[in-house]
Each structure stands twice: as structure tokens, then as C-alpha cells.
């Protein structure tokens, strides 16, 4: 009988594998990658190390059986990293075995959006722009891999006071008028849009953007009154100013030259040459033109015009009130007796007596051209006597007559 002895030699081990073959970016120093599995037909222990890797791909090291990290990861530099361990048994002679392993670094959200610009000031809007009028486009980038999720940025408006008034297109970023714009009561509007991008939890940032209204003439002129009266002497000389309230008007723009104000006079028969009104302060004045001002002329004591004020905007707006100028009177004329000479009738004498009382002589009678109320009295008379002294030989007398005015004439 022979025995025979099989003797075990040892042999090297087969394979070398990772258990995870993943590890996201942002994993810290010393993070497990994973377990390594070597298979050997004899053996069960091992002492692995790593024997090369790429520098700047990040750093892996073996501790025991695992694989960690031994420097930052940056998916965004490196999305996989090649490191060659080698693991040698316990046997004797040892054996070893070398492999190159790949682990894959798993993308995380680890960038904020970041807009082109610290802030955006539009192209001035004008106001009352239709709905959909372009303003201006945002921009925002992510540093997170392109195409990804973690990359997509999303536009939203942040709620605010003019929020309402303005739109964005959640992909490309381009703002639109969506409400009414008033110059008058804004000079500019100033919304803030988010960059959000589609990462679990997402990331997002905000910007401000200014939006300038620029004025349009949306607004017509109006007057202080609805009417306004005036008066002059007949007798005033050239440039008199006139009485007057002042003719003021206003305008609801917001700017130059929209809310420059011009005023004008329009109207029938002599008033526009006989008057004029400063076309920036809106004083009126008499212009002494030719026939000039006269009370006591037909239709003269009142002229009927039409003040005009007319902003200085583009398609410019205009309004119109009335103006009543009254010429006022001057005692300026004589009263005239209708005769140069008045002889009275022979009266008896003792007439007044057999009348018992005064008895009418004669009836005179003046005009005056200012209109005044006529007042007659005697200025001066006498008597001349002939003979004795009951015996009346000749009476003279003369009489004036004057106006109310407040210079009387005669």
C-alpha cells in the first residue's frame, strides 16, 4: 500500500472588485467607497494598498478593506476616478494580485445660479406699453453639469409692489410688460427675478432689474376755472396789464416737453389785435391797436374772447376757456346842450302869483357821451331894472349843466 501526500501550494488570488463602484462629489475625507473583494482559492487575508492613481483626480486610499477618500472630489473636474490597488495574501510564498479599479463621482447640487449681471437696468418703457412689450432679458448660469437637472434654471418673478405689472418666461428669461404703465406714478419699477435650478433641494439666487417708464403726452392741459373775467379802463395806454385773475392751466404729465405749457388768444371781431396774452406766464395786456378802446363805442364795452393753452408734446393736447373783458368807463367827455342860445317866453308880470307858483320859462336839455346822469342848475343870473323900483326892465340869467362823473364837466 502506498500513501500518497498532496501538499497545498499557494496560489495567487484571482480578482480584485469593489462592492461599490459610486461616490457622490461632495462625500468628506475619509468617506468609504466601498469594500474590496478578493478572491483567492486559499486564501482569506489580505493586505491591499493602492499603487497608483492619477494626481489630480481626487485622492483614494485603502484602510483595512475599504477603499475612502483621501482628497476632495469634484464631479464637475472629474466624473470618474481610476485607482490600482494591489492586494497580496497570507500565504507562503505570498501571492499578489494588482487591479485598476473605476469608481464613478456622482453629481450633487453644489452650484448656486449666478446671473450675468449684478443687477439688470432695462431700456426705458414707455407707459401705457401693451401687454407682451419686450423689456429686457436675465441670464443666469449653473456650474452643475450641463443638461442636468442640477443645471436647469427656472425664471420666476418674486412677489413685490410692481410684480403685477411685468412677465418672465420661466426658460429663456425675457421679460414682458403684463399691466399698465404710468409715468406719472413711477418714474421706474424695480422687480426681482430667481434663478432656481432643478436640483433636490434646489438652489436659487436673485437679482434686481430696473425698469425706467418713460413719459408720453397722455395728458391734456386744464385751467384753473372754467371762465375767467377781466376789465381795463377806455382811457389805459399800450401794455397796460389788465385785471384779471391769473390765467393758470396745469398739465398731468410727468416731463418736459409734455408738460410745457403755451397759452394763445383766439376770438371775433377786434379782440385778438386789441389783446394779448404772454405766451409763457398767461398776463394779458391791452396792445393799443388800432381802434383801441372806447366806452361810449356801439358794442365796445365788452369783448368775448377765447384763451387757448396747448402743451409743447409730441401729437400736442390742447384746452379753451372763456374770457370776458370789460372796458370800463371814463369821464372822459363834456356834457352839450342840445342849443348853443335858450330865450325864454315872455312872462307877465306877477305870473308866478296868478299861477300860484313857479311857472316853466323854458326846458332845456344836454347830452352826455359817457352816459352819466345829467344835473342842470343856474350858474350865475341878474335882473336890470327901468324906472322905479317895482318896475322890471331886464333879466338875464345862464345855466350849466354837469355829469356824475367822478371829474364833473360843464
Same mark, same amino acid.
Not at 464631479?75 to 497570507?90: F, G, I, K, P
Given at each position: 500500500t502506498h500513501t500518497i501526500t498532496i501538499t497545498n501550494v499557494n496560489e495567487a488570488p484571482t480578482s480584485i472588485v469593489l462592492s461599490e463602484t459610486s461616490i457622490p462629489e461632495s462625500a468628506g475625507i475619509d468617506a468609504v467607497v466601498g469594500t474590496l473583494l478578493v478572491s483567492d482559492p486559499d486564501s482569506s487575508?489580505?493586505?491591499?494598498?493602492?499603487? *497608483?492613481?492619477?494626481?489630480?483626480?481626487?485622492?483614494? $486610499?485603502?484602510?483595512?478593506?475599504?477603499? !475612502? !477618500?483621501? *482628497?476632495?472630489?469634484?464631479?464637475?473636474?472629474?466624473?470618474? !476616478? $481610476?485607482?490600482? !490597488?494591489?492586494?497580496? $495574501? $497570507?500565504?507562503?510564498?505570498?501571492?499578489e494580485l494588482s487591479a485598476t479599479l473605476r469608481v464613478a463621482v456622482t453629481d450633487v447640487n453644489d452650484h448656486i445660479p449666478e446671473f450675468s449681471q449684478a443687477q439688470y437696468v432695462a431700456a426705458a418703457c414707455t407707459e401705457e406699453s401693451d401687454d407682451g412689450t419686450w423689456v429686457v432679458r436675465v441670464e443666469a448660469t449653473d456650474g452643475d453639469p450641463v443638461g442636468s437637472a442640477h443645471s436647469t434654471i427656472t425664471y420666476t418673478i418674486v412677489p413685490g409692489p410692481s410684480a403685477s405689472l411685468f412677465a418672465v418666461d420661466d426658460s429663456s428669461g425675457n421679460i414682458t410688460v403684463a399691466g399698465r404703465l404710468d409715468r406719472e406714478a413711477h418714474a421706474s419699477h424695480t422687480i426681482f427675478l430667481q434663478a432656481s435650478d432643478g436640483g433636490s433641494p434646489p438652489h436659487a439666487t436673485t437679482v434686481a432689474v430696473v425698469v425706467p417708464v418713460a413719459d408720453i403726452n397722455d395728458h391734456t392741459p386744464f385751467f384753473s376755472q372754467a371762465q375767467y373775467s377781466a376789465s381795463i379802463s377806455e382811457s389805459a395806454a399800450a401794455d397796460t396789464p389788465l385785471a384779471a385773475a391769473a390765467i393758470n392751466a396745469s398739465d398731468g404729465d410727468a416731463t418736459a416737453p409734455n408738460n410745457q405749457l403755451r397759452f394763445s388768444l383766439i376770438g371775433d371781431s377786434d379782440g385778438p389785435d386789441l389783446f394779448a396774452i404772454d405766451a409763457q406766464s398767461g398776463v394779458l395786456r391791452f396792445t393799443g391797436e388800432d381802434p383801441g378802446l372806447d366806452y361810449e363805442r356801439a358794442a365796445g364795452t365788452n369783448y368775448s374772447l377765447t384763451v387757448v393753452v396747448h402743451d409743447l408734446g409730441d401729437a400736442s393736447r390742447n384746452a379753451t376757456a372763456p374770457l370776458l373783458v370789460e372796458v370800463t368807463n371814463e369821464n372822459d367827455n363834456l356834457p352839450i346842450f342840445a342849443q348853443p342860445v335858450y330865450r325864454p317866453l315872455p312872462l307877465s308880470e306877477g305870473a308866478a302869483a296868478l299861477a300860484g307858483g313857479p311857472v316853466p320859462v323854458l326846458v332845456v336839455s344836454a347830452s352826455d357821451h359817457d352816459r352819466d346822469t345829467i344835473r342842470y342848475f343856474l350858474a350865475s343870473s341878474s335882473i336890470a331894472y327901468v324906472g322905479g323900483s317895482n318896475q322890471r326892465r331886464q333879466r338875464r340869467a345862464s345855466g350849466s349843466a354837469g355829469d356824475d362823473g367822478s371829474s364833473n364837466s360843464s
Open positions: 487575508s489580505f493586505a491591499c494598498t493602492v499603487t *497608483a492613481q492619477v494626481p489630480d483626480h481626487g485622492q483614494l $486610499d485603502v484602510a483595512g478593506m475599504n477603499v !475612502v !477618500v483621501s *482628497a476632495g472630489l469634484d464631479h464637475e473636474a472629474h466624473t470618474e !476616478v $481610476d485607482v490600482t !490597488v494591489r492586494c497580496v $495574501d $497570507d500565504g507562503s510564498p505570498s501571492q
